[in-house]
C-alpha cells in the first residue's frame, strides 16, 4: 500500500501526462526539498507540509498555459490551489489545517518576499534547485540567487556542490 504522499505523487503523474519535463521537475523539487527539511532538523508534521507542496507546487502551469498562454510564476500561483485542493481531497488525509498551508505555499512559491516559515524558504530552495539547473544558468545568476533568495545552511551548500562553486 503507498503512503499518501506516494498516492499523491502518483496522481501528479497521472495529471502531468504528456508533460515529462514537469514530472521530471517536481519530483526533484520534492527530492530536494525532503532532503534540505531533513537536513535542518524539520519535525516531521512540518516536513510533511513541505514535501506534499513541493510535490503540487506547478500544478497551476497547465490553467495558466490553457487560460492565458502562459506559465508565468503569478499564474501558477493564482491557478494552484484549486487544482491543488481536487488532488488533496482524492487522496484525503489531510486535515483542513494541512492542507490551506499547502495551499498557501503553492500559492506563494514565486514570491520571494515576506517569506513565513522554514517550510516556505526551503520549498523557494528546492524550486530554485531545479530551475538553476534546468534553465542552465549562467555563473553569475546561481551567485545572485545564493545572495538573494539561499538562507538555509543545507541550500547553500547543495548550491555550492552542484555548481561547483567555491566558498
Not at 501528479?12 to 520534492?30: D, N, T
Not at 530551475?131 to 551548500?157: D, Q, V
Amino acid at each position: 500500500m503507498l503512503t499518501k504522499q506516494k498516492q499523491l505523487i502518483m496522481e501528479m503523474i497521472a495529471y502531468e501526462s504528456g508533460s515529462p519535463k514537469r514530472i521530471q521537475h517536481f519530483l526533484k523539487v520534492y527530492q530536494f526539498a525532503s532532503l534540505i527539511a531533513e537536513a535542518e532538523g524539520m519535525n516531521d508534521a512540518d516536513r510533511e507540509i513541505l514535501e506534499t507542496a513541493a510535490i503540487l507546487h506547478d500544478i497551476g502551469i497547465r490553467n495558466a498555459l490553457e487560460k492565458y498562454g502562459s506559465e508565468a510564476g503569478y499564474l501558477q500561483e493564482k491557478e494552484g490551489p484549486a487544482e491543488a485542493r481536487i488532488l488533496l481531497d482524492k487522496v484525503g488525509g489531510y486535515t483542513e489545517e494541512q492542507t490551506e498551508r499547502i495551499l498557501f505555499l503553492i500559492a506563494h512559491h514565486h514570491t520571494y518576499t515576506g517569506v513565513s516559515g522554514i517550510d516556505y524558504r526551503i520549498l523557494i530552495e528546492a524550486d530554485f534547485l531545479v530551475n538553476l539547473y534546468e534553465s542552465e544558468s549562467r555563473y553569475r545568476a546561481i551567485l545572485a540567487a545564493e545572495k538573494n533568495i539561499f538562507e538555509t545552511e543545507t541550500g547553500k551548500k547543495i548550491l555550492h556542490e552542484m555548481f561547483g562553486i567555491e566558498s
